[in-house]
C-alpha cells in the first residue's frame, strides 16, 4: 500500500535534514602518452606504404603550427581534462501543524557530475493540506512543483 505524507496535530515541527556524496569514474581506459601515440602513429604511416622520412611533414601529425619537438613533449591526459569528482548535495525541510495538518517539504538537490560542465539541479516543493470543517467534513490537496535545470554539455 502506498501512502502520503501527512502532518501531525500538534505544535508545529519543522525538520531540516540533509545529505552530501560524491561520484567519480570507475575502470578508466588508460590512454597512450605522446611517446607511445607517436611510435604507433609512424608504424601505421609505415605499413600503409608511406616513407617513414616523410611522416614529420605529410602524415597530418602536426596540426595548427605545432612543432616535431612540440608534439613530442605533449602530454595530455584527456580523461583528466573532461572528469572530476562529482558531488550530490540534498537539503530537504519538513513540517506540520494543528487543527489543520499539513506536510510543506522543499528539496534542493545540487550535482557536480563526473563530467566537466555537466551539472544538474532540481529545486522541488510539496504542500499534502488537510483542513477539518466538522467532526464529519474533511477538505484536503496536495500540490507538488518542480524547477530542473539540466543542461547537458554536447560530447
Do not use: C
Amino acid at each position: 500500500m502506498i501512502t502520503t505524507k501527512k502532518g501531525k496535530v500538534g505544535a508545529t515541527k519543522i525538520t531540516v535534514s540533509g545529505s552530501v556524496g560524491f561520484s567519480d569514474a570507475t575502470h578508466r581506459i588508460p590512454l597512450l602518452n605522446s611517446e607511445q601515440y607517436l611510435t604507433l602513429a609512424q608504424k601505421a604511416w609505415f605499413n600503409s606504404g608511406n616513407d617513414i622520412n616523410d611522416f614529420w611533414s605529410k602524415s597530418g601529425v602536426l596540426v595548427d603550427g605545432l612543432t616535431e619537438e612540440q608534439a613530442r613533449a605533449t602530454d595530455t591526459d584527456w580523461i583528466d581534462q573532461v572528469l572530476q569528482i562529482g558531488k550530490v548535495q540534498v537539503r530537504p525541510t519538513v513540517g506540520g501543524s494543528n487543527k489543520t495538518t499539513f506536510y510543506l517539504s522543499a528539496n534542493i538537490k545540487n550535482q557536480e557530475t563526473i563530467l566537466i560542465g555537466n551539472d544538474y539541479q532540481k529545486i522541488g516543493t510539496r504542500l499534502n493540506l488537510d483542513h477539518k470543517i466538522s467532526d464529519r467534513f474533511k477538505v484536503g490537496g496536495k500540490v507538488m512543483l518542480t524547477y530542473i535545470n539540466d543542461d547537458p554539455m554536447p560530447v
